[in-house]
């Protein structure tokens, strides 16, 4: 079975993380900081807060810009559901806001229709959160651009999209954005087995997310509400969580970081592959924004929705790991529940009648890669 995606652990990964075994240090030690200094530098943002889980990292994303109860957060229903989970996790409202047919990121037309209408209800969102699906950065320009218009906190969720680039910028730099988060799950472009990274621009923002991360505590003297006790004193200044990265997980992730650009260049190539061999099949390739460089987490066809299930279980009897990302958050059960249901967002809808991600990962050999082609064309003939 190939399948749609998996991680790539060199001897040099393997190595990393054995000397932080036979170190003094299993967590809270050097390598954390080590790994969100790569990131920072392969980004080009001031700060950088790892994490366990790039869930965690929009959770305190969104706790340091405040949303809580009473607030609206927005996001794309194409998407896992965590991205909409986080702002209920806060107390907060969450709604969606319908795709682009071609990219699969939100619609910047659909977006800004939409923030006239709450603008007139007097009922704008706090935070709004693109998420950079496949890997594709969605047209930050525009939506910035309309974020600054109305008032909006935006948080990226690039999940998919660490060494993307949108024009000149790197993904993540948080230009157009408050806060950016990466994903190091095994199956994204780099990992750390589970782990996240929030980048900003903003000290303070970074600060917050330091404290929220290891229970809201701080040993900063100029932060405590009375003088030290001595050496050892701390205080709990906030109500935080314990989402902190381990030193494993750091080690292996700054290795992993040393290739990024080299593993960006090969699931581009990849992706080319894909776009030329694909041509004369009866489907839809993944659409690319102009000036964006995907890091390509995803490659996603769309066939008709009829047949979707046939083909995607002939590529699976086939030997073809084929996956569906993703179902549309708001036809989830427990969504649905709070007053969701099909028809509220008719994009999305459509893109996941028809959608197949097929495999594409850095190991992926030009021989497997044939496989997949060749299987998809028996899959639709």
Same mark, same amino acid.
């Given at each position: 079975?190939?399948?749609?995606?998996?991680?790539?652990?060199?001897?040099?990964?393997?190595?990393?993380?054995?000397?932080?075994l036979r170190s003094d240090w299993l967590t809270q030690g050097p390598k954390v900081p080590e790994f969100e200094a790569a990131?920072?530098?392969?980004?080009?943002?001031?700060?950088?807060?790892?994490?366990?889980?790039?869930?965690?990292?929009?959770?305190?994303?969104?706790?340091?810009?405040?949303?809580?109860?009473?607030?609206?957060?927005?996001?794309?229903?194409?998407?896992?559901?965590?991205?909409?989970?986080?702002?209920?996790?806060?107390?907060?409202?969450?709604?969606?806001?319908?795709?682009?047919?071609?990219?699969?990121?939100?619609?910047?037309?659909?977006?800004?229709?939409?923030l006239a209408t709450a603008a007139q209800a007097g009922r704008l969102p706090k935070v709004l959160m693109p998420v950079h699906?496949?890997?594709?950065?969605?047209?930050?320009?525009?939506?910035?651009?309309?974020?600054?218009? /109305?008032? &909006? !906190? %935006?948080?990226?969720?690039?999940?998919? @999209?660490?060494?993307?680039? +949108?024009?000149?910028?790197?993904? *993540?730099?948080?230009?157009?954005?408050?806060?950016?988060?990466?994903?190091?799950?095994?199956?994204?472009?780099?990992?750390?087995?589970?782990?996240?990274?929030?980048?900003?621009?903003?000290?303070?923002?970074?600060?917050?997310?330091?404290?929220?991360?290891?229970?809201?505590?701080?040993?900063?003297?100029?932060?405590?509400?009375?003088?030290?006790?001595?050496?050892?004193?701390?205080?709990?200044?906030?109500?935080?969580?314990?989402?902190?990265?381990?030193?494993?997980?750091?080690?292996?992730?700054?290795?992993?970081?040393?290739?990024?650009?080299?593993?960006?260049?090969?699931?581009?190539?990849?992706?080319?592959?894909?776009?030329?061999?694909?041509?004369?099949?009866?489907?839809?390739?993944?659409?690319?924004?102009?000036?964006?460089?995907?890091?390509?987490?995803? /490659?996603? &066809? !769309? %066939?008709?929705?009829?047949?979707?299930? @046939?083909?995607?279980?002939? +590529?699976?009897?086939?030997?073809? *790991?084929?996956?569906?990302?993703?179902?549309?958050?708001?036809?989830?059960?427990?969504?649905?529940?709070?007053?969701?249901?099909?028809?509220?967002?008719?994009?999305?809808?459509?893109?996941?009648?028809?959608?197949?991600?097929?495999?594409?990962?850095?190991?992926?050999?030009?021989?497997?890669?044939?496989?997949?082609?060749?299987?998809?064309?028996?899959?639709?003939?």
């Amino acid at each position: 079975m190939i399948p749609y995606g998996r991680q790539q652990i060199t001897p040099e990964d393997e190595a990393a993380v054995l000397a932080v075994l036979r170190s003094d240090w299993l967590t809270q030690g050097p390598k954390v900081p080590e790994f969100e200094a790569a990131v920072t530098r392969a980004t080009g943002a001031a700060h950088g807060v790892a994490v366990n889980s790039a869930t965690s990292a929009l959770h305190i994303a969104c706790l340091a810009l405040g949303l809580g109860p009473g607030d609206l957060m927005w996001t794309s229903p194409v998407t896992f559901v965590a991205s909409a989970n986080v702002g209920r996790l806060c107390g907060a409202e969450v709604d969606f806001v319908d795709i682009d047919a071609e990219t699969f990121n939100i619609c910047p037309r659909a977006l800004e229709a939409k923030l006239a209408t709450a603008a007139q209800a007097g009922r704008l969102p706090k935070v709004l959160m693109p998420v950079h699906m496949c890997g594709q950065s969605a047209d930050m320009a525009r939506i910035g651009a309309l974020a600054r218009r /109305y008032g &909006v !906190r %935006v948080i990226e969720d690039a999940s998919h @999209a660490i060494g993307a680039r +949108l024009g000149e910028r790197p993904v *993540g730099d948080c230009a157009r954005s408050d806060i950016c988060v990466f994903s190091f799950h095994p199956v994204k472009i780099v990992t750390t087995a589970e782990g996240g990274v929030a980048t900003t621009n903003d000290a303070m923002l970074a600060a917050a997310m330091a404290r929220l991360r290891s229970h809201g505590v701080t040993r900063d003297s100029a932060l405590m509400t009375e003088p030290s006790h001595g050496p050892w004193y701390y205080q709990q200044i906030e109500l935080g969580l314990n989402y902190r990265m381990t030193e494993l997980q750091a080690a292996l992730g700054v290795s992993q970081m040393a290739r990024l650009a080299d593993v960006v260049a090969r699931r581009t190539a990849l992706a080319d592959a894909y776009d030329a061999a694909l041509a004369g099949l009866p489907l839809r390739r993944p659409g690319r924004l102009e000036q964006a460089q995907s890091s390509w987490h995803l /490659y996603v &066809v !769309r %066939v008709a929705a009829e047949r979707r299930r @046939a083909v995607f279980e002939a +590529l699976r009897a086939d030997g073809i *790991g084929v996956n569906v990302h993703y179902i549309p958050v708001h036809l989830q059960p427990w969504w649905r529940a709070q007053g969701f249901g099909p028809g509220d967002f008719p994009v999305a809808e459509a893109y996941y009648a028809g959608a197949i991600s097929i495999p594409l990962y850095a190991g992926l050999s030009d021989e497997d890669q044939a496989r997949v082609v060749a299987a998809l064309g028996r899959a639709l003939a």
